[in-house]
């Protein structure tokens, strides 16, 4: 990427972020180093893979060196300001607007499962709720052995302890870097166990998902 363009994609999420703080929740886009530990694990032959949140395309670009082809790429975008450029950036990628609290119900993949899902949420600034909502939808696609890699500015994991249980997953940090605004932390969130998260059992109530897997809802005050 030139220089001038790393300058407009700064522009461009600066401003998401003025509009929309709890939303966007970074002032700048991820950095290189972080976006090299965010990929670290996976390979070429690990497609289809899903972006959440790729924002400006980071972490998609990181994708793509590591060998990832374009085509097995599907990014998952909720802001509308980020849509134009993903498609033109990325255009043999397949670039959906959603929230992804809904991936569940939206039978994005039918046939061959998601080897790896790329998180850039923001999920310290959403509900347990939500966040247990997202996870359940991600897993009821990947494939054994799969895996969500999400990035924290916290000094821990940005799943609280509960819903990990709850969904039968484990949380590893496998990396850090204070080479980014603000620095950040990588943990792979993978199943302890096979488990199936049946579509028919995640229900949706107005604009906040409500995830009913074995009773969650009301265990993490979400």
Not at 40 to 59: K, M, N, R, Y
Not at 198 to 207: K, N
């Amino acid at each position: 990427m030139t220089a001038k363009a790393a300058r407009s994609d700064f522009l461009h999420f600066f401003r998401s972020w003025i509009s929309n703080p709890l939303r966007v929740a970074a002032i700048a886009p991820s950095g290189d180093s972080l976006a090299r530990i965010m990929t670290s694990e996976i390979a070429a032959l690990d497609g289809p893979i899903i972006e959440l949140g790729p924002g400006t395309g980071v972490f998609t670009r990181a994708l793509l060196a590591r060998g990832v082809s374009e085509a097995d790429l599907t990014l998952i975008e909720y802001g509308p300001e980020f849509i134009d450029a993903l498609q033109a950036r990325f255009p043999a990628a397949r670039v959906l607007q959603m929230d992804a609290a809904h991936l569940a119900q939206a039978d994005i993949f039918e046939d061959e499962p998601v080897g790896a899902v790329i998180s850039g949420l923001p999920l310290l600034s959403m509900s347990p709720r939500k966040i247990a909502s997202i996870l359940a939808g991600v897993f009821t696609y990947m494939r054994p052995g799969g895996a969500i890699y999400q990035f924290t500015y916290g000094p821990r994991c940005p799943v609280p302890r509960p819903i990990l249980d709850r969904l039968g997953l484990k949380a590893v940090r496998i990396g850090g870097t204070v080479r980014n605004l603000p620095p950040a932390s990588v943990y792979r969130i993978s199943r302890r166990k096979p488990l199936e998260l049946s579509r028919e059992r995640l229900r949706y109530r107005g604009s906040d998902a409500e995830v009913d897997v074995a009773a969650f809802s009301g265990e993490t005050g979400g």
